[in-house]
């Protein structure tokens, strides 16, 4: 069962450049969210879906875009990369939506970006 | 708005000791309330959850009640292990769009 996988696990950027982080669930799941986990912060909400064609802001949308053209695929993307990006991202899955507690919400691994 | 504040740590404990960390919130409505765990180099993963009032979760040894009075949802063990260092975020599912609230996260280590 492969979940959710996020690629790429490491990644150092320097300032200005772009990079676009992978995420992609075989759940068949219509939510998936974005979160980067900053050090003694917890988990802040980027963007997120509700399915295909569906995205919108959460906490923290500046210097992010995201699309959604498949169910199972959620790419987020930095167009320019900045120090305050620095960070461990994580993408997230669930069916029903991961508030309603009715089922388990999905992370994956992680990505670990570093921008000099 | 919906908000979670968790016990900071870290925490650190030998082997068998008992483990308590403290979880509060601010929700409007009737949430659900998780605990997550984090593994050193890993994802997030769901150790127990409560969905009403009175609830208890319970996993691995872990348990934690839903505390409506006091909005609180603590994490007890009652013998810790060494597999157990991680570290542990308590979340609050919002019920618009199905997101989670996080707390800090705490860092828990136990040693032999």
């Known amino acids: 069962n492969a979940g959710v996988t996020q690629t790429p696990k490491f990644r150092i950027l320097k300032i200005g450049q772009s990079m676009t982080l992978q995420c992609a669930q075989d759940?068949?799941?219509?939510?998936m969210y974005w979160y980067r986990q900053d050090p003694g912060m917890g988990l802040k909400l980027i963007y997120y879906s509700v399915g295909a064609g569906i995205t919108d802001k959460g906490e923290v949308p500046n210097g992010y875009n995201v699309s959604r053209s498949t169910t199972e695929d959620f790419p987020l993307r930095l167009e320019l990369a900045a120090p305050s990006q620095t960070s461990v991202y994580f993408c997230?899955?669930?069916?029903?939506?991961?508030?309603?507690?009715?089922?388990?919400?999905?992370f994956g691994q992680g990505t670990r970006l570093t921008v000099v | 708005g919906n908000s979670v504040t968790q016990m900071e740590g870290p925490v650190t404990l030998s082997e068998e000791a008992f483990l308590t960390i403290n979880c509060t919130y601010t929700a409007t409505g009737y949430p659900s309330l998780f605990w997550y765990v984090q593994y050193p180099g890993e994802g997030l993963q769901l150790l127990l959850k409560?969905?009403?009032?009175?609830d208890k979760g319970s996993n691995k040894g872990f348990e934690a009640t839903y505390r409506k009075e006091t909005t609180s949802f603590h994490l007890e063990k009652g013998s810790v292990q060494v597999s157990d260092s991680a570290v542990y975020f308590c979340a609050l599912g919002g019920s618009t769009l199905g997101r989670l609230y996080f707390g800090r996260g705490t860092q828990l280590t136990v040693w032999p």
């Open positions: 997230a899955s669930h069916k029903d939506g991961a508030g309603t507690g009715n089922t388990e919400a999905f």
């Open positions: 759940m068949n799941h219509n939510y």
């Open positions: 409560a969905t009403k009032a009175d």
